[in-house]
């Protein structure tokens, strides 16, 4: 077998190799989209999507995501400048457990934050500060926790790829610590920064899993685009769901979009 | 005045171990010293980027050893500049200024001087990703410069310019400390560009500071074996004989090498002149037969990437230096004849105090 991957062949039979595998994929996204384009029958789709259902899913789904992002980002920006500049005992420890939310399901998540919320802790914050079970702010919540370990994971590859000695600079240039970092490291980030956001925010919208689970799906209610995705595939009502589904494919593709033009360069998650 | 006392640092792969050294007001002092030798660090220190647990530093009379570097009042120019990309020219200069509160007058004031004293008023408004080396150079010294410090500190500020553009601006930098006179600590592995910059000069190696002193004491009297292995001895010859030819030149004769010098002065004594400042060839070069002598390989050592070769011209044995992979091409054995080039401008000249030898003064 290595043999035959010797030499000129061997490049190109690998060359062949990895190319076929990326057009295989790129062909089965491109056969789901379009089997979802000859479901859908257009008049029902325009109607599903301007029902006021639909509308209201909209609505709270990017009010929600923005808000979460928000919360997000400010927490994220310390925590990814400290792993990445900071040094303490413990880092790597810290730093594998940031990335747990990441690789858990966002339904345990979600089940973690319920029973938090069943201690008489919880329960005193649910009953007297804010409500977070079955609410709102639950859903708020829910995508905070899902997606800040993204923001982080994201914004500390940013600082690392900026070096010290600008802050340094800074500093001889009469700035203390924290106005350099505000004055100068802040600024290199800016590309990183915003496309951290966007693919934080897109993350949020489509948070399904923490989200139903902390905040329930209630229509009306609680009803973010998935939650209304799974609530119309729960009542058979298919072709309102296929409506959620390009509205999210389409609120994606905008976001990478965006986020490729402003930075120009992969991330690597 | 500077005063670094007991010095020693560790972070990891470099470190600093008893550093001793005082650099006065106004004084160019280089620190000269091989790729990984703490030199950076060093400056690092004084520019208060790094926590110092052993050792102290001073500045005039004040104890500057754990101040925060936005309080050392010190100008920084760290290796390959480090320019905000996100910021013009102009707005890198007035970067210190603005954080000072300075009035919008006096800001505009510092950048039109601190321009024209660099001399880049044109390249004001340009982006700084589209400057040149030496452009990003000047940029970098005028911010550096901007909240007038008293100390510069220059980490190997020539390094990443191609050969023409660093020769203009090592003059280009000392003409800058003439004029405003500012303590100046720069490091640099290049020993040409340390012997002709410095008014002093130490040698760092490993983390020790292993000689102190003016260029001349250490290029000619190395301390001890580390500096010389680093600098190389050079070529000294006693001169039995020296003519004045007139015209800024001077004839001496050397244990029977006849070499002419531009020297317009007293009577010469002994010359000098390092081992890779003698070019070899196997053929006779072309032109005038001044300075060129024929001889004989009689030792080759190798050390590092360059090749250390003795060769007999006459009584004389004359040590000269070259790349190894020169060396290589042009099949250097012992024993095989070769033609000996010295750069004129190199030679360095040591007046006769007395004067015993035959010469003639130029008129």
């Given at each position: 077998m290595s043999r035959l991957l010797k030499g000129v062949g061997g490049d190109r039979a690998f060359k062949g190799a990895?190319?076929?595998?990326?057009?295989?994929?790129?062909?089965?996204?491109?056969?789901?989209?379009?089997?979802?384009?000859?479901?859908?029958?257009?008049?029902?789709?325009?109607?599903?999507?301007?029902?006021?259902?639909?509308?209201?899913?909209?609505?709270?789904?990017?009010?929600?995501?923005?808000?979460?992002?928000?919360?997000?980002?400010?927490?994220?920006?310390?925590?990814?400048?400290?792993?990445?500049?900071?040094?303490?005992?413990?880092?790597?420890?810290?730093?594998?457990?940031?990335?747990?939310?990441?690789?858990?399901?966002?339904?345990?998540?979600?089940?973690?934050?319920?029973?938090?919320?069943?201690?008489?802790?919880?329960?005193?914050?649910?009953?007297?500060?804010?409500?977070?079970?079955?609410?709102?702010?639950?859903?708020?919540?829910?995508?905070?926790?899902?997606?800040?370990?993204?923001?982080?994971?994201?914004?500390?590859?940013?600082?690392?790829?900026?070096?010290?000695?600008y802050e340094q600079v800074g500093r001889t240039l009469g700035l203390s610590k924290a106005r350099a970092f505000i004055k100068v490291?802040?600024?290199?980030?800016?590309?990183?920064?915003?496309?951290?956001?966007?693919?934080?925010?897109?993350?949020?919208?489509?948070?399904?899993?923490?989200?139903?689970?902390?905040?329930?799906?209630?229509?009306?209610?609680?009803?973010?685009?998935?939650?209304?995705?799974?609530?119309?595939?729960?009542?058979?009502?298919?072709?309102?769901?296929?409506?959620?589904?390009?509205?999210?494919?389409?609120?994606?593709?905008?976001?990478?979009?965006?986020?490729?033009?402003?930075?120009?360069?992969?991330?690597?998650? | 005045m500077i005063e670094v006392k007991d010095l020693s640092i560790d972070l990891g792969e470099f470190h600093l171990k008893d550093i001793n050294l005082s650099i006065g007001d106004g004084e160019y002092f280089v620190i000269l010293g091989p790729t990984g030798a703490g030199k950076t660090v060093l400056l690092e220190c004084i520019a208060g980027l790094h926590k110092i647990k052993q050792g102290e530093i001073w500045v005039n009379g004040d104890d500057i050893t754990h101040l925060p570097p936005e309080e050392r009042k010190i100008g920084y120019v760290p290796q390959d500049y480090v320019l905000f990309p996100f910021l013009r020219v102009a707005d890198n200069i007035t970067f210190g200024l603005k954080e000072a509160k300075y009035t919008k007058t006096e800001i505009k004031e510092r950048v039109n001087t601190l321009a024209s004293l660099m001399a880049i008023t044109h390249l004001i408004n340009r982006d700084t990703r589209s400057l040149s080396g030496g452009e990003k150079q000047r940029v970098a010294l005028a911010r550096a410069l901007a909240l007038s410090p008293k100390i510069l500190l220059l980490d190997e500020p020539l390094g990443a310019l191609d050969l023409q553009s660093a020769k203009y601006l090592r003059l280009e930098l000392k003409r800058i400390h003439d004029e405003l006179g500012i303590t100046t600590i720069h490091i640099t592995h290049d020993q040409t560009e340390a012997e002709e910059i410095a008014d002093r000069l130490g040698v760092l190696n490993m983390g020790g500071l292993e000689q102190v002193g003016m260029p001349d004491e250490v290029f000619f009297y190395p301390g001890n074996e580390a500096v010389s292995d680093f600098i190389g001895s050079p070529n000294i010859l006693e001169c039995d004989y020296c003519n004045s030819l007139g015209q800024g030149l001077m004839e001496v004769d050397c244990g029977g090498l006849r070499i002419v010098i531009p020297h317009d002065g007293n009577s010469i004594e002994r010359i000098s002149l390092f081992p890779r400042d003698i070019y070899i060839s196997n053929t006779q070069p072309p032109g005038p037969h001044m300075n060129r002598f024929k001889g004989v390989i009689t030792e080759i050592k190798t050390s590092g990437t360059t090749e250390r070769l003795s060769v007999k011209?006459?009584?004389?044995?004359?040590?000269?230096?070259?790349?190894?992979?020169?060396?290589?091409?042009?099949?250097?054995?012992?024993?095989?004849?070769?033609?000996?080039?010295?750069?004129?401008?190199?030679?360095?000249v040591y007046e006769c105090k007395c004067n015993h030898n035959e010469s003639k003064k130029p008129s």
């Amino acid at each position: 077998m290595s043999r035959l991957l010797k030499g000129v062949g061997g490049d190109r039979a690998f060359k062949g190799a990895t190319i076929s595998a990326l057009v295989l994929l790129a062909i089965f996204f491109i056969g789901i989209i379009v089997s979802m384009l000859a479901y859908t029958d257009w008049d029902t789709f325009i109607s599903a999507l301007l029902s006021e259902e639909i509308l209201f899913a909209i609505r709270l789904s990017l009010i929600t995501a923005t808000i979460a992002t928000v919360i997000a980002i400010l927490i994220a920006i310390p925590v990814a400048y400290a792993i990445s500049y900071a040094k303490f005992p413990g880092k790597d420890l810290v730093d594998s457990l940031l990335d747990l939310p990441i690789v858990i399901s966002p339904v345990a998540l979600g089940a973690v934050l319920l029973v938090f919320f069943s201690t008489p802790l919880g329960n005193s914050i649910d009953d007297n500060i804010m409500k977070f079970v079955f609410a709102v702010p639950g859903i708020i919540l829910a995508q905070v926790v899902v997606v800040s370990a993204l923001a982080i994971r994201l914004l500390k590859s940013t600082f690392d790829s900026i070096d010290p000695r600008y802050e340094q600079v800074g500093r001889t240039l009469g700035l203390s610590k924290a106005r350099a970092f505000i004055k100068v490291t802040l600024p290199l980030a800016k590309d990183g920064l915003i496309a951290a956001t966007i693919l934080t925010w897109a993350r949020a919208v489509g948070e399904f899993g923490a989200t139903v689970t902390l905040a329930g799906a209630t229509a009306m209610k609680t009803e973010t685009l998935p939650v209304a995705i799974f609530l119309n595939l729960a009542s058979a009502d298919v072709e309102k769901a296929i409506a959620v589904i390009f509205l999210l494919v389409i609120i994606s593709v905008i976001a990478l979009f965006i986020m490729r033009k402003i930075t120009k360069r992969r991330y690597q998650i | 005045m500077i005063e670094v006392k007991d010095l020693s640092i560790d972070l990891g792969e470099f470190h600093l171990k008893d550093i001793n050294l005082s650099i006065g007001d106004g004084e160019y002092f280089v620190i000269l010293g091989p790729t990984g030798a703490g030199k950076t660090v060093l400056l690092e220190c004084i520019a208060g980027l790094h926590k110092i647990k052993q050792g102290e530093i001073w500045v005039n009379g004040d104890d500057i050893t754990h101040l925060p570097p936005e309080e050392r009042k010190i100008g920084y120019v760290p290796q390959d500049y480090v320019l905000f990309p996100f910021l013009r020219v102009a707005d890198n200069i007035t970067f210190g200024l603005k954080e000072a509160k300075y009035t919008k007058t006096e800001i505009k004031e510092r950048v039109n001087t601190l321009a024209s004293l660099m001399a880049i008023t044109h390249l004001i408004n340009r982006d700084t990703r589209s400057l040149s080396g030496g452009e990003k150079q000047r940029v970098a010294l005028a911010r550096a410069l901007a909240l007038s410090p008293k100390i510069l500190l220059l980490d190997e500020p020539l390094g990443a310019l191609d050969l023409q553009s660093a020769k203009y601006l090592r003059l280009e930098l000392k003409r800058i400390h003439d004029e405003l006179g500012i303590t100046t600590i720069h490091i640099t592995h290049d020993q040409t560009e340390a012997e002709e910059i410095a008014d002093r000069l130490g040698v760092l190696n490993m983390g020790g500071l292993e000689q102190v002193g003016m260029p001349d004491e250490v290029f000619f009297y190395p301390g001890n074996e580390a500096v010389s292995d680093f600098i190389g001895s050079p070529n000294i010859l006693e001169c039995d004989y020296c003519n004045s030819l007139g015209q800024g030149l001077m004839e001496v004769d050397c244990g029977g090498l006849r070499i002419v010098i531009p020297h317009d002065g007293n009577s010469i004594e002994r010359i000098s002149l390092f081992p890779r400042d003698i070019y070899i060839s196997n053929t006779q070069p072309p032109g005038p037969h001044m300075n060129r002598f024929k001889g004989v390989i009689t030792e080759i050592k190798t050390s590092g990437t360059t090749e250390r070769l003795s060769v007999k011209v006459g009584d004389k044995t004359l040590q000269t230096e070259i790349p190894r992979d020169i060396s290589e091409d042009m099949d250097l054995i012992v024993g095989k004849e070769v033609f000996l080039i010295l750069k004129l401008k190199r030679i360095k000249v040591y007046e006769c105090k007395c004067n015993h030898n035959e010469s003639k003064k130029p008129s």
